[in-house]
């Protein structure tokens, strides 16, 4: 006789599950470490290797020199500034005195100070003339920084030229690398997934099911998630046209069994009920009973009836008769106990009532 505890069916699918889930877990960190050191299997490209380091050393010499240069001549722009306002300060002071001077001497009126008039006056021109040459040297210094500034603008550009070309070559070398890396991650991910299908395929009944079924998750998770971070931008059209081959596939497969399955059932229909009635399995049976549905042809086989004097706009509920033979295909659904004479479901082994054998088939 087949052992039969729904907890400890229960229990054991638990296990199974969890026995699935942790192999799962585990396998996806081995190929995660795994797949996180092929990058150190080669050196990913840096934009300092394509750049033309003989170039850029001489253009940033020449803006070292240039800068050099610049920062000479803005000391000398501060030291002429400086001057200038020492400069403006003499003329300004000093225009002041001619000023209060031209005023006494108006009220004099001396002709004797003429000659002091023009000497002052000279003076004045004097302290006028040296703050327009310090202004004059002040604008030179400032067109050549100006020029400098320009000349290092022009060095800047060749520098940004040159690193454009830099990070236009490393874009390419990027690319080919991240394809190289996503190929040898698919080589070793690839290989998983098709050996994850034939498990579902060949040993979905095998006693080390859940070894398998967790082999099975670490597979679909390592394609179609575990694969994400590390596809390139045309990577999707590799895992989505995978996504879809697997579906035909599959679901071909899916088809193909649920229509050898009906043409079974179709077939099994034909054999006597005596016949069918030693198929029926003892599980199957328990399902059976619990879901008021024949173990053969899977139709319920409680007959509903309604009381045609309960109006139409009445909630009464309909009742139901079990029936002893299922009315679709004929199989014994429940007899009479040899014992006691007590009914039961025919497909069960014992007695439900004195415990005696209903069927001697089932040892």
Same mark, same amino acid.
């Given at each position: 006789?087949?052992?039969?505890?729904?907890?400890?069916?229960?229990?054991?699918?638990?296990?199974?599950?969890?026995?699935?889930?942790?192999?799962?877990?585990?396998?996806?960190?081995?190929?995660?470490?795994?797949?996180?050191?092929?990058?150190?299997?080669?050196?990913?490209?840096?934009?300092?290797?394509?750049?033309?380091?003989?170039?850029?050393?001489?253009?940033?010499?020449?803006?070292?020199?240039?800068?050099?240069?610049?920062?000479?001549?803005?000391?000398?722009?501060?030291?002429?500034?400086?001057?200038?306002?020492?400069?403006?300060?003499?003329?300004?002071?000093?225009?002041?005195?001619?000023?209060?001077?031209?005023?006494?001497?108006?009220?004099?009126?001396?002709?004797?100070?003429?000659?002091?008039?023009?000497?002052?006056?000279?003076? =004045?021109?004097?302290?006028?003339?040296?703050?327009?040459?310090?202004? $004059?040297?002040? &604008?030179? @210094? #400032?067109?050549?920084? *100006?020029?400098?500034?320009?000349?290092?603008?022009?060095?800047?550009?060749?520098?940004?030229?040159?690193?454009?070309?830099?990070?236009?070559?490393?874009?390419?070398?990027?690319?080919?690398?991240?394809?190289?890396?996503?190929?040898?991650?698919?080589?070793?991910?690839?290989?998983?997934?098709?050996?994850?299908?034939?498990?579902?395929?060949?040993?979905?009944?095998?006693?080390?099911?859940?070894?398998?079924?967790?082999?099975?998750?670490?597979?679909?998770?390592?394609?179609?998630?575990?694969?994400?971070?590390?596809?390139?931008?045309?990577?999707?059209?590799?895992?989505?046209?995978?996504?879809? =081959?697997?579906?035909?596939?599959?679901?071909?497969?899916?088809?193909? $069994?649920?229509? &050898?399955? @009906? #043409?079974?059932?179709? *077939?099994?229909?034909?054999?006597?009920?005596?016949?069918?009635?030693?198929?029926?399995?003892?599980?199957?049976?328990?399902?059976?009973?619990?879901?008021?549905?024949?173990?053969?042809?899977?139709?319920?086989?409680?007959?509903?009836?309604?009381?045609?004097?309960?109006?139409?706009?009445?909630?009464?509920?309909?009742?139901?008769?079990?029936?002893?033979?299922?009315?679709?295909?004929?199989?014994?659904?429940?007899?009479?106990?040899?014992?006691?004479?007590?009914?039961?479901?025919?497909?069960?082994?014992?007695?439900?009532?004195?415990?005696?054998?209903?069927?001697?088939?089932?040892?």
């Amino acid at each position: 006789m087949k052992f039969n505890n729904k907890k400890l069916e229960k229990t054991s699918k638990l296990i199974n599950y969890t026995i699935a889930i942790v192999l799962c877990g585990f396998l996806i960190s081995l190929s995660g470490k795994l797949l996180d050191d092929v990058d150190e299997w080669k050196e990913r490209p840096t934009v300092e290797s394509f750049e033309d380091e003989t170039l850029l050393a001489a253009r940033y010499a020449e803006i070292a020199a240039v800068n050099t240069k610049i920062n000479l001549k803005v000391e000398k722009k501060t030291t002429i500034e400086n001057t200038i306002k020492v400069v403006n300060n003499n003329y300004t002071n000093a225009k002041k005195s001619f000023d209060n001077w031209l005023e006494a001497r108006k009220t004099v009126g001396s002709p004797k100070e003429d000659k002091a008039v023009l000497s002052r006056a000279n003076a =004045l021109d004097a302290f006028y003339k040296t703050q327009q040459e310090w202004e $004059k040297e002040l &604008a030179e @210094i #400032e067109h050549e920084i *100006q020029v400098l500034n320009q000349s290092k603008s022009k060095i800047n550009a060749l520098i940004s030229k040159e690193k454009g070309r830099a990070y236009d070559a490393l874009d390419s070398a990027i690319r080919a690398y991240d394809l190289k890396v996503f190929l040898i991650r698919l080589v070793f991910i690839l290989p998983i997934l098709i050996l994850g299908i034939f498990f579902i395929i060949r040993y979905r009944k095998h006693k080390y099911w859940p070894l398998f079924l967790g082999f099975v998750l670490f597979s679909f998770y390592a394609f179609f998630l575990g694969l994400v971070p590390y596809l390139p931008s045309y990577g999707g059209y590799i895992k989505y046209s995978v996504g879809i =081959l697997l579906c035909i596939l599959l679901g071909g497969y899916a088809i193909n $069994k649920i229509r &050898a399955f @009906i #043409e079974y059932k179709k *077939q099994e229909l034909q054999v006597p009920t005596t016949e069918r009635a030693k198929k029926v399995q003892l599980e199957t049976a328990e399902k059976a009973l619990d879901n008021h549905m024949c173990p053969s042809c899977g139709k319920d086989f409680i007959v509903k009836t309604w009381d045609k004097t309960v109006s139409k706009s009445s909630k009464t509920a309909p009742t139901g008769t079990v029936t002893n033979f299922c009315r679709f295909c004929g199989l014994e659904l429940f007899k009479s106990c040899n014992s006691c004479g007590s009914k039961n479901f025919a497909h069960l082994p014992f007695c439900s009532h004195c415990g005696d054998k209903l069927n001697e088939d089932n040892t």
